[in-house]
């Protein structure tokens, strides 16, 4: 385990100050023990406790602190910043979007995603299957899946949003966390999970709980923003939402600790989002080491070279105010005779 000169050396200097003899061996090996950063929980990938602080603060400023573990490159927020259960139940959509139901301008944007969606999907949507959406949202996506002919479920915590979405789109939603779902295993061909795992507790339980829902050589679609990403600014790399941080490689060793191998992987074209397609496998492999030599130096040259002084050297700021701009028009024009969810989403889909 490598230690940190500086902030030792910085110990030891204070001990001497008060105590003007030198440290023996014992005592050495004492302040180690004492400088070692520790975490309240284990890295949920490859279960180890050896991190290093990336970060103090927020996006908004306030305190928050994200680990990195430096076997496997897993970053996380340690401890957790608020009671994942009731946070998502009630504050998240409040906080983050200032409705318990979403706005007409929510729905034409999520539709929009969801035909994305569809895109990234392909040709695995051509026969109809049975499917689980986990974090159904407004039930924009699921709504498309269900227009397409699937036999389509979901799982939303938010109740507003689940119940606007069983009202106005006819969904099967259950309201709750998908570690609670009500449902036998082996039920769906396909489930998918879009920028939900970076948000709970534990996303390795997730995975798994997934992988029994799952019939034999099912398929599931995993969406995460990357760590890696250097798109936005560097001030809004960590917030109290996000949980978990993943790339690539923490994202394809999870998925193979909970039973999946991974077949494919997406990129969005602005590199912020990650899309990882898992199959099903007969069981996980424990014999595989789940450590990623090389992953957390690599992820942590990443966050410290992207400053704000390199953000802005970029064309992403800019082009990032000229399409929130142009999309603020857009949706005021597209959603200026908005009846309901429904029409808007008939017209989009159509
Ligand atoms: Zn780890």
New binding site residues.
């Given amino acids: 385990m490598p230690e940190k000169p500086g902030s030792l050396c910085l110990l030891k200097l204070h001990i001497k100050a008060r105590h003007p003899v030198d440290l023996n061996d014992s005592e050495t090996i004492y302040m180690q023990a004492i400088e070692k950063e520790s975490c309240s929980n284990p890295?949920n990938?490859?279960?180890?406790t050896d991190i290093t602080v990336l970060a103090n603060h927020s996006r908004s400023g306030k305190p928050l602190r994200t680990v990195i573990?430096n076997?496997?490159?897993?970053v996380w927020t340690d401890p957790l910043p608020h009671n994942p259960r009731s946070f998502y139940e009630d504050d998240y959509r409040v906080a983050y979007k200032g409705t318990f139901t979403p706005k007409p301008k929510h729905i034409l944007r999520a539709g929009k995603v969801a035909l994305n969606r569809r895109k990234i999907l392909g040709k695995r949507l051509e026969k109809p299957l049975k499917i689980l959406d986990v974090g159904t949202g407004g039930g924009e996506f699921a709504y498309l899946l269900q227009s397409l002919g699937h036999d389509v479920q979901g799982i939303e915590p938010n109740k507003g949003y689940a119940d606007y979405s069983k009202q106005e789109y006819g969904l099967n939603i259950q309201v709750g966390f998908i570690q609670d779902i009500q449902q036998p295993d082996a039920s769906f061909d396909l489930i998918t999970i879009w920028h939900v795992l970076e948000h709970t507790e534990n996303p390795y339980k997730v995975l798994t709980k997934l992988h029994s829902l799952l019939k034999p050589q099912g398929v599931l679609v995993v969406e995460v923003p990357t760590i890696e990403a250097t798109c936005q600014s560097p001030k809004s790399t960590f917030h109290e939402a996000h949980i978990f941080n993943f790339n690539l490689d923490t994202l394809r060793k999870l998925g193979e600790k909970a039973g999946f191998t991974e077949v494919d992987y997406k990129l969005s074209q602005d590199g912020a989002n990650i899309t990882m397609f898992f199959q099903k496998i007969a069981q996980a492999s424990n014999d595989r080491p789940?450590?990623i030599p090389g992953n957390a130096d690599k992820i942590k040259a990443i966050v410290k070279g992207h400053t704000a002084f390199s953000h802005y050297l970029t064309a992403w700021p800019y082009q990032r105010f000229f399409t929130r701009m142009s999309r603020m028009l857009q949706e005021r024009f597209e959603t200026a005779n908005f009846e309901r969810g429904k029409k808007l989403l008939d017209s989009l889909y159509s």
């Fill in positions: 890295c990938v490859c279960e180890s573990c076997r496997c490159g897993l789940l450590t």
